[in-house]
């Protein structure tokens, strides 16, 4: 079971450009240190919606320092490290994005996220930090907030890998969710074939994603040595599809030989 970890959260000013980061060590389940900072945004854009959600605006941020400038305050809680985040595939993209715009080296870490470990073990109308957080009586007293966020999110981990039973699943099954969701969202920076599983398979992925981007999908079917082409043609053998797929799914639906996956059945066929 996995007690030592490092909780991330980021907020961000616009897109993936983060204006706060929050980081929570947990050591054997157990809180040992934390770190907060706000973050001059690389460009000093600001979306109204961000601001209005996380409270933070170009006057709190524009004479702070940029992330370059704390990296070295902070790479010790990544490097080898377990990283958990709810919806962990859009902070670690935050970091690597902005690690990469200041041509620093990606750290090597495992990844976990909450958000998915939440969706296969509680039904919930919705799997918000907040919503989950509440269910499980974990309490939450700056939402949005990224050292609060953070905070919540590792005791969430905790008593959700605690209390496994108690969702009626097995730890075995918790375990393969949360390795899954690790090879997803990069856990490990490396090109290595994982295996020859899809060797000499198409695939295309279409619609609104929700487990993993688009990028992480194309890159594990590299990873298990098959390959992503970018048109639904007699070539295609696999279609993944999400929500609202549209003219590529009709497409694959009247050629007929394409087999369709949805996004969990493209796990499995993985493994």
Not at 59 to 75: L, Y
Not at 181 to 188: A, N, S, T
Request: charged share 25%; with cysteine; aromatic share 10%.
């Amino acid at each position: 079971m996995i007690t030592t970890f490092t909780s991330l959260d980021f907020e961000t000013s616009y897109g993936h450009i983060p204006c706060s980061i929050g980081i929570v060590e947990f050591v054997d389940g157990k809180v040992i240190s934390e770190y907060y900072s706000l973050i001059k945004p690389i460009n000093l854009q600001f979306s109204p919606i961000n601001s209005s959600i996380n409270g933070i605006r170009l006057d709190d941020v524009e004479n702070e320092r940029e992330f370059d400038e704390i990296w070295n305050e902070i790479q010790h809680y990544f490097h080898n490290k377990n990283i958990v985040a709810h919806n962990a595939s859009t902070d670690i993209s935050i970091l690597e994005k902005t690690l990469n715009h200041y041509n620093l080296p990606q750290p090597t870490y495992k990844a976990f996220c909450t958000l998915q470990i939440s969706r296969l073990n509680l039904n919930l109308e919705n799997y918000k930090l907040s919503t989950v957080a509440k269910h499980l009586a974990i309490e939450q007293k700056n939402y949005h907030n990224a050292l609060d966020d953070a905070y919540v999110c590792g005791h969430l981990f905790n008593k959700l890998i605690d209390n496994a039973f108690e969702f009626q699943l097995s730890r075995k099954r918790v375990q393969k969710s949360i390795i899954q969701k690790q090879i997803l969202i990069k856990g490990e920076n490396t090109n290595e074939v994982l295996s020859n599983a899809l060797e000499g398979k198409t695939f295309l992925f279409t619609g609104k994603l929700s487990l993993f981007t688009r990028e992480q999908a194309e890159e594990m079917v590299e990873k298990h040595n098959g390959k992503n082409i970018s048109a639904v043609s007699k070539n295609l053998n696999y279609l993944v599809v999400g929500e609202k797929a549209g003219s590529k799914l009709k497409k694959a639906q009247d050629i007929g030989t394409i087999t369709i996956l949805d996004e969990q059945q493209f796990l499995d066929l993985i493994g």
